[in-house]
């Protein structure tokens, strides 16, 4: 069964810092890709950042762009999302999701299959 389990969500003051971790079982990561989204109360689920499971391949929202860092622990079946300068607009939910390597449509949430429940990250100013 696959499964995705996202972490590391919390309450941090503009400028901090959060690193989410999306911990996944049921495939090997090396064979997936994993996307990660968010979604703020009233607006459209939108992508935030990607790591290609077989070439490493990343991309990020230009919003994000300079501040988050994407990575993978294959070893650990585990990725993550260090997120710097944190702004009170990347407040949302954060989700990771699985499928198989999107390369550029990698922003298309309805694409992917697996997802997982999500971590709540609030940024007080």
């Known amino acids: 069964e696959v499964q995705l389990v996202e972490s590391g969500g919390g309450l941090v003051q503009a400028g901090g810092s959060l690193r989410l971790s999306c911990a996944a079982s049921g495939f090997r990561l090396d064979d997936y890709a994993i996307g990660w989204f968010r979604q703020a109360p009233g607006k459209e689920r939108e992508g935030v950042s990607y790591i290609g499971g077989t070439d490493g391949v990343t991309y990020y929202a230009d919003s994000v762009k300079g501040r988050f860092t994407i990575s993978s622990d294959n070893a650990k079946n585990t990725v993550y999302l260090q997120m710097n300068s944190l702004k009170p607009e990347d407040t949302a939910v954060y989700y990771c999701?699985?499928?198989?390597?999107?390369?550029?449509?990698?922003?298309?949430?309805?694409?992917?299959?697996?997802w997982g429940q999500g971590t709540q990250v609030t940024v007080s100013s």
């Open positions: 999701a699985a499928d198989l390597p999107r390369g550029i449509l990698w922003m298309h949430a309805k694409l992917y299959d697996y």
